[in-house]
């Protein structure tokens, strides 16, 4: 029970300082994210705001990813509705301010990506399983056979050229996130010697089989205490 509480506490503080640096990256006005130009465009079309967007673009992803075979964690449903709520408390509320010139702009964009490989560290190290849209891009690359390279840039491009038609924000912000933000994370994985590649991630059918079998087992002794 501790061990669910500390994964818990630590899933949750990860997903706000991810919606944290998400909001700081789109208050720094340079261009976004490439799924955040997606989510901002669409949030236009249905008027709707860029966390609700958040979640809804999520759900679909986790629903396909599990049609295509891709296991859900409890930190996957974590990230697909946290993560929006905490962007719309962040956003609404005006909570960040927004740069009103270039370079304040820049330096905000670095600080937002931090942040974000900061939150990748706390969420991730749960082993409460994957965000929906790395759980696509594995879903693609089991498919196609290409690389994480090949795939990720693919799915962002496609994200980011949607969102730019739907009306979304695209600049020098985008590049830099494009380029740097997996050194973001990589320095923050450094910086707290975490090893991704340890993890060992328990899926929401691993939590059910186990409480089946609790079940099942807590019904045998009590029919055999009533014999």
Do not use: C
Not at 2 to 9: G, L, P, R, W
Not at 111 to 123: E, H, M, R, T
Not at 171 to 192: E, P
């Amino acid at each position: 029970m501790k061990t669910v509480i500390y994964k818990s506490i630590r899933l949750i503080l990860g997903l706000f300082l991810f919606a944290l640096g998400i909001v700081m990256t789109i208050n720094a006005n340079i261009g976004l994210q490439p799924w955040d130009i997606f989510h901002q465009g669409l949030s236009k079309v249905i008027h709707m705001t860029m966390g609700q967007t958040s979640i809804l673009v999520g759900l679909v992803i986790v629903i396909f990813n599990i049609f295509m075979k891709e296991k859900a964690g409890w930190g996957t449903l974590g990230n697909m509705v946290l993560i929006g709520l905490f962007m719309d408390f962040l956003m609404l509320n005006n909570l960040i301010p927004e740069a009103n010139h270039f370079v304040v702009g820049i330096l905000m964009m670095l600080a937002g990506l931090f942040v974000i490989g900061i939150a990748s560290y706390f969420y991730i190290g749960t082993g409460w399983g994957t965000g929906p849209r790395d759980g696509l891009m594995v879903v693609f690359i089991k498919k196609t056979g290409k690389s994480v390279r090949f795939v990720r840039n693919t799915i962002e491009i496609t994200a980011s050229v949607a969102g730019y038609f739907l009306g979304g924000s695209i600049g020098i912000g985008t590049v830099i996130t494009a380029t740097t933000i997996g050194y973001f994370v990589q320095f923050a994985f450094k910086l707290f010697n975490f090893n991704v590649e340890e993890v060992q991630h328990r899926y929401i059918d691993d939590d059910l089989r186990f409480l089946y079998k609790k079940i099942k087992t807590h019904k045998k002794k009590e029919k055999e205490l009533m014999e």
